[in-house]
């Protein structure tokens, strides 16, 4: 009998505990290119200089 109930709610569970998992990779990989994607322009703005800035014509 308990082996039948726990087949039944696994039954259940079972799609909502793939949902999870699969949200929690989306947002772990999604956290991963944004700490690699800061950690890239990090290092480039250490590396390269920075670029000049334009000055604005006045106009009259």
């Known amino acids: 009998m ?19 998992s699969a949200q929690a990779k989306r947002q772990a990989s999604t956290a991963a290119a944004k700490a690699t ?3 890239g322009e990090w290092w480039l703005a250490s590396v390269a200089p920075a670029a ?7 106009r009259s």
């Open 52 to 58: 000049a800035k334009r000055k604005k014509k006045k």
């Open 2 to 20: 308990l082996s039948m109930w726990l087949s039944g709610a696994n039954a259940l569970v079972g799609p909502a505990r793939g949902r999870a």
């Open 37 to 39: 994607k800061q950690m």
